[in-house]
């Protein structure tokens, strides 16, 4: 287990490599982008001396990675606030967005994909995996017009977009992105679900049950969702940092202030600084949530060895 | 010794899986589709039957009407092009962006693989400590640091983005499957008569992996065409004034409340048809080779 844990430091030290190097063939000076169009040469280098980028690439990548270590990614370019900061409070609003038709997603999934694997094979099987294949084939972005055109615009269910920061006045406008992403989600989540379930009955022991006389239902409810729950639960782990993150066509499309927009605006005003503390903290989340579900993996099953 | 060469042809894992390919209608189906787009593609760039989609033929925003020809059969946009051709030229850009981005992953996939599975010792443990790291960097957010790294937008840095991003899974599937067939007789046999280590991994072990790399390339496939709309709505892909399905469904968020339904439409049942036809072929195939997995 603890060998598991070590496991995970050349991966992050890894990334962080792997992130420096891409960040640093942008084409492109950020300092003379930051300094204006109309600046003195004298300027852009003094931006140049404050950023550190006349400092050499081993020193910068260096600072990069005790930036990551500390947890202290400095100020974003645009908009010069504390990037720990941004992030945080972004956390916090894509979660409200995300977490709520998230559960949501799971349990409804998992209903439907226990049902698929009971009747598999027969037509309400069938039926509902070419629904999920085809749902699954359709763009994301056009779930996302069709919803706002329909349930915001004609219907004047839900206000077109925007967004309230008290904990009360957001949800309003957080239900249509949420109903959004249930309905994206549900396809390949049910689909999973159903291949998790269905590897489970071809084991010995549903034999053994079925053997023993037990009838189908108790079966499957007693031993074949049991076992089936094991990869469920430590999958959903290693979904949360993809939750954190939020969904970045959501959150543009629907102007809110997520991690997911932060990124967004990041990209659009090249401010280097904030994407790179974005995408290593992603990384380490990734990493670490991994590494948790390994974890729980073995305490769970003890047919697993950590190693 | 012509006898004994028809004697020993039999049935081949590649014909044994066409065959059962060939028996599947949905599988069929999908091939036809995939053939059909990709016709249309060359159509579009030879100008064989379909013409330019920036040539402007009627008026601004014209419904979709069956009685002025194919050309209005998907209305037009608001400078009076025709929708239809406008989403026929974007098969190219999406094939186009899969296709290479595939030509770009594949080969890094393929050769870190095997020469990961084949080795092994350190050569292996450096190879799946550089695709482990990949992969636990969020591919959204791994797509995202590539194209603000290119920096030039446009379908070359999407396929650029794409292809160095999604070498990772067949990598680790090649290299499983390498390991699996390393120790097997026919190997050693190719050893014993002195086949170099060149040989035996390119020319007698890549042969039996390869069906994993069809299927493979039938799922990116679907990604890349997937990511391209996103990355473009996201203004990291396709740049205005190409034809593009990512561009012509970002144009319908305006279109939509000016009752203009017609452009997303187009994009979206084109892109639905070769995704699912992508998918499907995907799954036939894995069946088609090894009907252990058919469920």
Known sequence: ?307 | MKFLAKRIKGNSLWSDAMRRLLSDRLAVASLIIVFLFLVISLMTQFGIGIDDWKVVIGASREAPTFAKGWKFWLGTDIFGRSMLLKALHGSYTALFIGVMSSVISIPIGMVLGAIAGYFGGWIDEVITWLYTTVSNIPEILLLVAISFAIGSKGIVAVTIALGTTTWVSLARLIRGEVIKHKSRDYVTAAEAIGGSHFRRLFIHITPNVLHILMITFSLRFVTAIKSEVLLTYLGLGVRPGEASWGLMIDDAKSELVQGMWWGMAGATILMFLIVIAFSLLADAMRDAFDPKLRT
């Open chain 1, 1 to 307: 287990m603890i060998r598991r844990t070590l496991y995970g430091i050349p991966i992050i030290f890894g990334a962080t490599l792997i992130l420096f190097f891409i960040f640093n063939i942008v084409p492109g000076d950020p300092a003379v982008q930051l300094a204006g169009k109309h600046a003195t040469p004298e300027a852009v280098a003094s931006i140049r001396h404050e950023l550190g980028l006349d400092r050499p690439m081993y020193a910068q990548y260096f600072e990069f990675v005790k930036q990551t270590l500390t947890l202290d990614f400095g100020r974003s370019y645009s908009t010069k606030q504390d990037i720990m900061e941004m992030f945080w409070y972004g956390a916090g609003t894509s979660l409200s967005l995300i977490l709520p038709p998230f559960l949501i997603t799971v349990i409804v999934s998992l209903l439907f994909g226990a049902l698929v694997a009971y009747y598999r094979a027969t037509w309400i099987d069938k039926s509902i995996v070419a629904l999920s294949v085809a749902g699954q084939s359709i763009s994301m972005l056009a779930y996302v017009l069709a919803f706002q055109y329909f349930f915001a615009y004609k219907w004047n269910m839900f206000p077109v977009t925007g967004y309230d920061t008290s904990w009360v006045g957001r949800w309003q406008y957080l239900t249509l992105p949420g109903l959004i992403y249930i309905a994206v989600a549900l396809s390949p989540f049910i689909r999973f679900y159903r291949t998790i379930i269905l590897d489970e009955f071809y084991q010995d022991y549903v034999r053994t049950a079925r053997a023993k006389g037990l009838t189908e239902k108790v079966v499957m409810l007693k031993h074949v969702m049991k076992n089936a729950m094991i990869p469920v639960i430590t999958d959903l782990l290693v979904q949360l940092p993809f939750l954190i993150l939020g969904s970045l066509i959501l959150e543009k499309f629907f102007s809110i202030p997520g991690l997911g927009d932060i990124t967004v605006r990041a990209i659009t005003d090249l401010d280097r600084p904030v994407i790179m503390a974005v995408t290593v903290l992603g990384t380490i989340a990734f990493v670490v949530l991994n590494i948790l579900s390994d974890i729980l993996y073995a305490l769970v099953d003890p047919r697993v060895k950590v190693s």
